[in-house]
C-alpha cells in the first residue's frame, strides 16, 4: 500500500472539489444497476416456479403445453425490461464516471502546471526534466485511467456482493454462510497480494520516470553524443532502464492478473459444493426448482465481483502510486512568494546596482559567495571576467533572482529586489545569453516577444538596429518564417542577433549579456559585437565577457574566482595593481 492510503485518497478527494457530484449521480446509477441484476434471479424464479406449475398441469392433464400472454408471456417480456433497465443504468454510470476521472485528472493537471512554475530551480538541478514530465503525464494518465476503470467496478462489485449476500440470505442461512466463509477467504488473499502489487507499480512509475528523463537527454543531446562518439553507451542505459521497466511492468501486471483466476477457482469449488447441498434441499423439496436456480444465480452473480474486486483493488494500486508520486511533486517546498504588496521600481529607471555583502550557496551547507560587493552606476559597462566555473553566471542568477540570497542585499536604484514582484524586476533587464532562446513561431513574433504589441515597423527597426534585418529578408518568407526549436536554417550568430533585436525593441533599463564563445563567421562577429556595442549604449550592463574589447572599455571589471569577487576596478587600475587581472590579461587576452 502507498505510505499512508488514507492521504492519498483523502487528498484525492479534495482534489475532485467541484467534481464530487459526479460520484454521487454515478453511485446512485450503481445501486440502480445492482438492484436491477439482483432483480432478475427473483423475477426469474417466479417465472420459473409459475412455468413449472403450468408444464406439470399440462402433463397431469394431458394437455399441450402452451404459454399465453396471461400465463407467463407478459412476465417474460417484464424480464427484458428489467434486463434493458439495467444496461440503462451501467451505461449511465459509465458516462458520468469518465466525466469524473477525467475533470480530476484536469483539476490534478492544473494544479501542477501551477506549481512547475513556482518550484525553485534548484529542484530542477536536482532532478532529469524527463522524470519532473513523467509525472505530468505518465503518473496523471495512470490515475484517470484507474480511476474510470477501478472505481467503477469497485462500485459495482462492491454492491452487487453486498446485494448477492443479502438476498440469499432469504432463501437459505446455511448456504450463504459457507458462501460468506469462501468470500472472506478471497479477501484475505487480495489483501496478502495487493500490498505486493504497490510495491511492484511504485517501482514501475519510478523506472518509467527515469526512462522518459534518459530519453529526453538523448534527444536533446544528441548532438554532443554524436560529437563524442557516446551514441552506443546512451543506448545501452536507455536499454537497461527499458528492460528493468519491462521486468518491472511484467511482474506488475503479473501480480494484479495472477490473483484473479485463484479466486475464480476457489468459488468455483464453493459453488459445487453448494450444488450439492441446495441438490439435496431440492430434493427433499425444502427449495422449489425456481429458488434453486435463484440461489444459483446469486452464488455467480456475488462470485463474479469477488474476482472483479481482486482485480480491482490491485489496479487501483496503480492509481494510488501514480497519485502519490504527483502528491508529492505538489508537496514540494516552493520559491520564496512575492511581497504581498510589492514596491514599485522608480520611473524612470536609472539603473543603479549595488550587491552589499551578498552570500550565496546552491546547496545548503555549501557556501560558493562568500561576500560579494559592487555599485554599478547608471549607464556603466560591467564586465564579469573570471575562469569557468569561478561564478560568472551565479551573479547573474541572483540579479534576476533565479536563486534567492543567502544573505546581504541587491538593490535597485537603492530599492531591495526582494521588495518587488520578480516579474517587474525581470521587466527591467534584457537578456542576451549564448544559447539563445527562440520558441516555435514567427521570426517577427520571436523579436517581438519582449513587447508583445510592437507594430511591424517596430519590430524591422529593431531587427536593424541589430543589423539581422539583411539576413531576415533573404529567407523566403522573411519575418514570417517559421522557426521550430531546433531549427537548422538560422545559425548560431543568426539566433543571437534575433536575440539582440528582441532586447533592442523591449529597450529594458538594464541589460545582461553574455558573449558568444562559439566560434560564428568574422562577419556575423563583427555585426554581433556592433550591435551588442549599440545595445549597450547609455544603459546599465553586464557583460560576461570573453572578448579583449569588451573588457578593456568596461567602466568596470569584476574578476571572478571561486564565486567572490577578488578584484574590481577598471582595465587601467586593474593592470596597475599586478593581480589576478593582470596575470588572466596576460595569459587569456595579451
Ligand atoms: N545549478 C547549480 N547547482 C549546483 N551548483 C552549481 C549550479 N550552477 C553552478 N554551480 C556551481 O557553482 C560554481 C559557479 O558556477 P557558475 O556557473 O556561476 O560559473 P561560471 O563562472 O559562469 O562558469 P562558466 O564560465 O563555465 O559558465 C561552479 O562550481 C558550479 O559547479
Not at 210 to 218: F, I
Not at 263 to 289: E, H, P
Not at 416 to 429: H, V
Request: aromatic share 8%; net charge negative; glycine share 8%.
Amino acid at each position: 500500500m502507498p505510505h499512508d492510503a488514507r492521504a492519498v485518497v483523502l487528498r484525492l478527494w479534495k482534489a475532485a472539489a467541484g467534481e464530487r457530484w459526479r460520484l454521487v449521480v454515478a453511485t446512485i446509477f450503481a445501486v440502480l444497476y445492482v438492484v436491477a441484476t439482483l432483480a432478475t434471479p427473483i423475477y426469474s424464479a417466479y417465472l420459473i416456479d409459475c412455468l413449472w406449475a403450468l408444464i406439470q398441469a399440462s402433463f397431469e392433464q394431458g394437455r399441450t403445453f402452451a404459454v399465453s400472454w396471461e400465463s407467463g408471456g407478459a412476465q417474460v417480456l417484464g424480464l427484458l425490461g428489467v434486463w434493458t433497465l439495467a444496461w440503462l443504468f451501467y451505461s449511465g454510470q459509465a458516462l458520468v464516471m469518465s466525466g469524473f476521472a477525467e475533470r480530476l485528472n484536469l483539476n490534478l493537471r492544473k494544479q501542477v502546471s501551477r506549481k512547475i512554475n513556482r518550484l525553485p530551480l534548484a529542484y530542477f538541478d536536482a532532478r532529469q526534466p524527463g522524470e519532473t514530465i513523467s509525472r505530468v503525464t505518465n503518473d496523471l494518465d495512470k490515475v484517470s485511467e484507474v480511476m474510470q476503470r477501478g472505481l467503477l467496478q469497485l462500485l459495482i462489485s462492491t454492491f452487487t456482493l453486498v446485494g448477492a449476500v443479502i438476498m440469499m440470505t432469504t432463501y437459505d442461512l446455511a448456504l450463504t454462510g459457507l458462501f460468506a466463509l469462501a468470500a472472506a477467504l478471497s479477501f484475505l488473499l487480495t489483501k496478502v497480494v495487493a500490498a505486493k502489487t504497490y510495491g511492484a507499480f511504485d517501482r514501475r512509475q519510478a523506472v518509467m520516470g527515469r526512462l522518459s528523463g534518459k530519453v529526453e537527454e538523448a534527444y536533446t543531446g544528441r548532438a554532443v553524443i554524436k560529437a563524442f562518439g557516446d551514441e552506443e553507451k546512451s543506448f545501452q542505459s536507455i536499454c537497461d532502464d527499458a528492460e528493468e521497466l519491462a521486468r518491472a511492468g511484467a511482474f506488475a501486471d503479473f501480480l494484479a492478473s495472477a490473483v484473479a483466476p485463484v479466486i475464480r477457482f476457489l468459488m468455483r469449488l464453493v459453488q459445487v459444493v453448494i450444488a450439492l447441498l441446495a441438490g439435496r434441499l431440492l430434493l427433499n423439496g425444502t427449495l422449489s426448482v425456481g429458488r434453486f436456480q435463484a440461489v444459483f444465480q446469486y452464488i455467480t452473480e456475488g462470485s463474479e465481483p469477488l474476482t472483479e474486486v481482486s482485480g480491482t483493488i490491485n489496479l487501483l494500486q496503480g492509481a494510488l502510486a501514480g497519485a502519490e508520486r504527483v502528491f508529492s511533486l505538489l508537496d514540494q517546498n516552493e520559491v520564496e512568494p512575492d511581497p504581498k504588496e510589492p514596491l514599485a521600481l522608480p520611473e524612470p529607471l536609472r539603473g543603479r546596482v549595488a550587491f552589499e555583502h551578498v552570500r550565496f550557496g546552491y546547496r545548503p551547507g555549501c557556501p560558493l559567495m562568500k561576500d560579494v560587493n559592487l555599485v554599478a552606476e547608471p549607464g556603466q559597462k560591467v564586465a564579469i571576467v573570471g575562469a569557468t566555473g569561478a561564478g560568472k553566471t551565479t551573479l547573474i542568477n541572483l540579479l534576476m533572482r533565479f536563486y534567492e540570497v543567502d544573505g546581504g542585499h541587491i538593490t535597485i536604484d537603492g530599492v531591495d529586489t526582494r521588495s518587488i514582484s520578480r516579474s517587474e524586476l525581470r521587466r527591467s533587464f534584457g537578456m542576451v545569453l549564448q544559447d539563445s532562446w527562440l520558441f516555435e513561431g514567427t521570426i517577427a513574433q520571436n523579436i517581438a516577444y519582449g513587447k508583445l504589441d510592437a507594430t511591424r515597423d517596430e519590430v524591422e527597426a529593431a531587427a536593424r538596429a541589430a543589423h539581422v534585418d539583411f539576413f531576415v529578408r533573404t529567407l523566403p518568407q522573411g519575418y514570417d518564417t517559421v522557426l521550430t526549436n531546433d531549427t537548422e536554417s538560422v545559425s548560431q550568430g543568426q539566433r543571437q542577433l534575433l536575440t539582440i533585436a528582441r532586447a533592442m525593441l523591449a529597450d529594458p533599463a538594464m541589460l545582461i549579456l553574455d558573449e558568444a564563445t562559439s566560434s560564428v563567421d568574422t562577419r556575423t562577429e563583427q555585426y554581433i559585437t556592433r550591435a551588442m556595442e549599440a545595445i549597450m549604449e547609455d544603459r546599465t550592463s553586464f557583460v560576461i565577457a570573453h572578448r579583449l574589447s569588451t573588457v578593456v572599455d568596461a567602466d568596470l571589471i569584476l574578476v571572478m574566482d571561486h564565486g567572490d569577487i577578488i578584484e574590481q576596478g577598471t582595465h587601467l587600475e586593474l593592470l596597475a595593481k599586478g593581480g589576478r587581472y593582470a596575470e588572466l590579461y596576460q595569459s587569456q587576452f595579451a
